[in-house]
């Protein structure tokens, strides 16, 4: 499927890739089976893949001005991909991350409460205020999280324990899931439980990647014979780079080296 996406958006030029997270179709089955009416599903159809390219273009945008050359490709997933920042942000990295949803989410928030807007115009307005809420959350690959990664650099958690933003953020996916089958928020929130099942199966993936045979360390560093401190480090390089710009940045060899790693760990030692 991703392969003949790909090959569709080809046409924007050859270095432009198409990411596609299948979570994005539960959303819309779930928009299209809440709806009372065929007319109304498709509309608030309409309305989420709206504001997933919103968001998605902000960052694009604010990408290519403050740090050209790292704009990635586009990522269909149920509450956008990773916002592409540098490792260690500044006050442009913030804005980069953060200003797509505070915008969007301001505006429909001033707009909501305003009470200006046309009946039809307020599923897009609660719709936008939803997915631009739960992206300020700390939680990768959401927006938030840009600011809490910058936050644990500084100390010695992001050295000692590796693997933490990974268990906080797949916490925090059951959350969010947890919010959108308990509660309804503006009756936007059916976006919730997919984008939550999606934050999660996000991090169990990486932290898959992660896991070490051994506990020879706080560290739970691997042993000589599943792996070497040359690829050790490189991994570690590889999730980095997956948590800033999203799997579509990666290069067909990293791809290859995920892969080769995935297998030796889910090998007996």
């Known amino acids: 499927m991703n392969g003949f996406l790909r090959a569709v958006f080809r046409f924007f030029g050859p270095r432009r890739r198409f990411s596609f997270r299948w979570m994005t179709l539960f959303t819309v089955l779930l928009i299209l089976g809440k709806a009372q009416a065929a007319a109304e599903g498709a509309r608030m159809t309409g309305y989420y893949l709206l504001v997933l390219a919103l968001v998605e273009a902000g960052h694009w945008a604010l990408a290519k001005w403050f740090f050209p050359g790292m704009e990635r490709e586009l990522i269909v997933s149920p509450l956008c991909g990773p916002a592409p920042v540098p490792a260690n942000p500044s006050l442009k990295g913030f804005a980069a991350a953060l ?158 080296f995920l892969q080769g790693m995935s297998g030796r760990f889910r090998r007996k030692p």
């Open 99 to 256: 200003g797509p949803p505070l915008v969007l989410g301001g505006a429909a928030a001033a707009l909501l409460y305003g009470g200006i807007t046309p009946p039809r115009g307020l599923d897009l307005l609660r719709l936008m205020l939803v997915v631009c809420a739960v992206r300020l959350l700390p939680f990768f690959p959401m927006d938030g999280h840009v600011v809490l990664s910058a936050a644990v650099r500084r100390t010695n958690l992001y050295w000692s324990r590796p693997a933490w933003r990974e268990y906080v953020s797949a916490a925090g996916g059951v959350l969010v899931a947890a919010a959108g089958v308990v509660f309804d928020p503006l009756d936007a929130g059916i976006v919730l439980l997919p984008g939550g099942i999606s934050i999660l199966l996000e991090n169990l993936y990486m932290l898959r990647l992660r896991r070490r045979p051994t506990r020879t360390g706080p560290t739970g560093s691997p042993s000589a014979a599943r792996a070497d401190p040359g690829d050790k480090a490189r991994l570690d390089a590889i999730l980095e780079k997956i948590s800033r710009e999203g799997m579509t940045a990666l290069t067909p060899e990293e791809e290859e």
